[in-house]
């Protein structure tokens, strides 16, 4: 038998009918669900966020990562939408593509998120997310997810059911702040994921999300982006390219690790990696520049 859980309520958002059926057939819920505002119109959802992570030295209206986090969701509920029957399905985001343009609006500004469904069939998703506020664009994040039948994902990770609870966020927050320098490169541990850290991610197999391990890696990234005088500066995500070949479940080990890896023409280029337990679950090729 599995844990029981407590599930969370479709979020209080106002959405058009069909998005607002489509919640039931998703596998994430509140807190780490956040959109608002969910209605389709022809071929594309449209919804819109507002960002809840501190911004640390990032300049926009919302941290990169937070942008990834809200564009992926968005892209899996309009995945889920597509769908020919009402059944839950797991969309695990396997790879994104992120190119990201400087925005004036201040921070906690909305964001406006419109996705349109590329490919979809039974075991997989491609999905374009574009971002923007009234100020204008703000970023276009091409997203590929794995998809598994509710069935099927407890059958493949039976051993990693835990009991959940409902909780409040911690979204707005790091695992930690913590961290230590060597060279190029920086470095966090974390003994053990807390499955409060996973709220919302996975009822009864809480999962840290792609999108806050990436939050975690942006922000060592932000360390390492020093100014002339050698201390650390304000700056602007220009390019992420992620892969997640794995899930970082509650309770593992977990180490973040980013070094310097050059410049090009999208600004200075960090290489950056998730390992849990031994294994790495994520890597991510990201870009800053300087503020403008």
Known sequence: MLPRTVLHAPPATAATPDVAAALRRICVRPPYFALRDGAREGRFLHATAVAESPPFLELGPMPAAEVGRHAAIAGLLHAALEQR???RRYYLA???TCV?????????APVAFRTEVLDLDRRSAHVLSEARTDEGPLAQIELRYAILTEAAFERLFRHRAMATFAAPSPFGRLLTETFERHGDAVSQTIEAIPVAACTGHFDGFPAMPVAVLMGQLAFLAGRLFDDDRGAPAPFRVTRGEIA??????AGEPARFVVARDGADADGRRFRCQVDVDGRTVATMALWLTEAS
């Open 244 to 249: 997640a070949d794995d899930l970082a479940w």
């Open 85 to 87: 029957d009402d059944a």
């Open 94 to 96: 396997r790879e994104a």
């Open 100 to 108: 990201y343009v400087p925005n004036p609006a201040p921070y906690g």
